[in-house]
């Protein structure tokens, strides 16, 4: 894992990584060279002239100017190379996602753990610069100082050894402190970010105004708040007694090699200079010893923390099979499925099950039945969107993982109930990269009544919806935004087979009646409804009635009504409460 990261922060910028690499040299010289000038100086001070103590200043000056610059520009370039690789980063995790079972997408866990993936998979990338901007250049130092301190004395390796290990090993079990508190307070963290956007939302504080629920809201935060505190409390105790304990071995390992090179100067072992030079480099030692221990802590986390993404996109199971194929289709002849079941993995019984059905070209088929009884589950398997986990879908004969899935989705015009409206402008919600006639957009817009409120708006077409994206923006209402979606399928003249999954839930009738007329006037394009109101089934040529996962009745309006059955039942039922209302929408236009 720890390569693989390696390959691909060099593989999006060569040039960089090596100025990173040589940038760690040359900061392991800088130290050296900083270390190394109090004794340089003094030295001067006793034993040369003033001109040559001016000069060696200017010249340690000037080394300092052009640290400080190099540093500076590699840390500009450093940024801009995070930044390029944590947007390519983003990307691949989107492009990842649009290659995955739809079931995935609709769980809250897998979002949760997406976007832990993401964050992980930055910080392991941000491992590697840190790891090679000071690796080299720590490695320089300790051969270095460590050869400077086994001239002196032996014993002096030794403690900054010691010293630095017990410093490492206080870290890490602070590490692991802070990364128990993360997991504890994870829940914690994800309650208080649903309240708090429960809290901002309109819709959510009008609910809790109207039911009174202030008390039990505020009471709900507080719980939250209260037992995040006590874990917090918790860590806060150990996590002071390990950063006492830290500082205090700091401290006596500080000043052990004081005392220790003191005594070796007092005894007249060693020159002032060199006194300075050996505390000037143990500084750099301690320090550098410090770094290539935690490298290996860094590498550890590289691995963890790349061995998810990496998971992630090496999987195969929660992949689309077909994404890429060479078999494709330009138009939907057929759809079989052949003793189809499926199982969400959050369930412990079938969706669906042994469904059989085959719909032909030009058929205008309709899936009706009480709620839970798989009619979005099923229009899900049948637009490839869910893999079913029994049994067989053909399209035009082939079975349906052999088609490419980009091809597929092309041949599907797909309104679903919980439709979404991006955050977009209106003209880009309804186009998209379609080449459409703009004569034909205005007359669906007219058509659907929303010409005088998009005409109204000061950028027409090119307003905002929702204030999330764009400032200059429109709020809609759930109807207009329906209209809008239904607008945006018909535009659509490319797909053969038609989609809605209760399409006409925010709709008055008349505007019902006009969506159902612009549909069923497409004879070469195949329909698939799913509905809970009845009043257009006359119109379809077979009603598949569900129950439970299962097919119990398929048939013609009129077979099925004679059938007297469930679908008979509720169609008389509808029928008994609006008819009078579908017969007067019909006479009033």
Request: aromatic content about 12%; proline content about 2%.
């Amino acid at each position: 894992m720890i390569i693989r990261v390696i390959r691909f922060v060099v593989s999006r910028h060569k040039l960089a990584f090596a100025l990173i690499l040589f940038t760690g040299i040359l900061g392991g010289v800088g130290n050296l060279v900083i270390a190394a000038f109090p004794a340089v100086f003094i030295d001067l001070v006793l034993n040369h002239g003033s001109a040559t103590m001016a000069l060696a200043a200017a010249l340690y000056g000037l080394f300092v100017l052009l640290m400080i610059s190099w540093g500076r520009y590699m840390s500009y370039k450093n940024t801009m190379l995070v930044r390029g690789i944590h947007g390519k980063i983003w990307l691949d995790i989107i492009k990842r996602l649009f290659t995955l079972d739809l079931e995935y997408l609709e769980q809250e866990e897998f979002l949760e753990k997406n976007t832990r993936i993401l964050d992980n998979f930055k910080r392991a990338c941000d491992n590697v610069f840190s790891l090679f901007s000071e690796l080299l250049g720590t490695i320089l130092v300790i051969i270095v100082s460590s050869s400077v301190f086994l001239s002196v004395n032996r014993i002096i390796v030794l403690i900054a050894i010691v010293g630095t290990v017990l410093e490492i090993a206080i870290s890490g079990l602070l590490t692991n402190l802070e990364n128990q508190k993360t997991i504890e307070l994870s829940e914690f963290k994800r309650q208080k970010n649903v309240l708090t956007r429960m809290f901002y939302l309109g819709n959510s504080i009008r609910e809790i105004k109207s039911f009174g629920y202030e008390k039990f809201s505020l009471n709900k935060a507080r719980k939250v708040y209260d037992e995040s505190i006590v874990v917090e409390r918790k860590f806060l105790k150990s996590t002071n007694k390990l950063n006492f304990t830290s500082s205090f071995i700091n401290q006596i390992f500080t000043l052990l090699p004081i005392a220790v090179f003191g005594i070796f100067t007092m005894q007249g072992n060693l020159e002032l200079s060199m006194y300075f030079l050996l505390i000037a480099m143990y500084i750099q030692f301690s320090g550098a010893v410090k770094g290539l221990l935690s490298a290996i802590s860094l590498c550890y986390d590289m691995h963890v923390f790349s061995r998810e993404y990496f998971e992630f996109f090496d999987s195969k199971e929660i992949s689309i099979t077909n994404i890429i194929s060479d078999v494709s289709v330009d138009d939907v002849e057929s759809i079989e499925l052949k003793n189809v079941g499926y199982r969400y993995e959050t369930n412990e019984k079938n969706s669906l099950t042994n469904i059989n059905l085959s719909i032909k070209k030009g058929e205008k088929v309709a899936i009706v039945g009480v709620n839970g009884a798989g009619k979005s589950t099923l229009l899900k398997i049948i637009t490839g969107l869910y893999t079913p986990t029994e049994g067989d879908i053909e399209v035009n004969d082939m079975p349906l993982q052999t088609i490419s899935s980009k091809d597929l989705r092309d041949c599907f015009n797909v309104l679903f109930q919980d439709f979404y409206m991006f955050p977009f402008t209106i003209r880009e919600n309804l186009s998209f990269d379609l080449n459409y006639d703009e004569n034909q957009l205005w007359d669906l817009l007219r058509k659907y009544g929303l010409e005088t409120k998009i005409m109204s708006l000061p950028t027409k077409l090119d307003t905002g919806i929702g204030g999330e994206y764009y400032s200059d923006y429109t709020e809609l209402s759930g109807g207009e935004k329906q209209k809008l979606a239904i607008v945006r399928m018909l535009l659509n003249h490319k797909p053969s087979v038609l989609v809605l999954d209760e399409p006409v839930n925010n709709l008055e009738v008349v505007t019902e009646e006009i969506m159902y007329d612009d549909i069923f006037n497409q004879p070469d394009k195949t329909v698939i409804i799913v509905s809970h109101k009845l009043s257009f089934m006359p119109k379809m040529d077979r009603i598949i009635v569900m129950d439970s996962g299962e097919i119990v009745e398929i048939g013609t309006h009129n077979e099925l009504i004679k059938n007297n059955h469930s679908y008979a039942k509720m169609y008389n039922m509808q029928y008994s409460k609006y008819g009078n209302v579908y017969e007067e929408s019909q006479e009033g236009r």
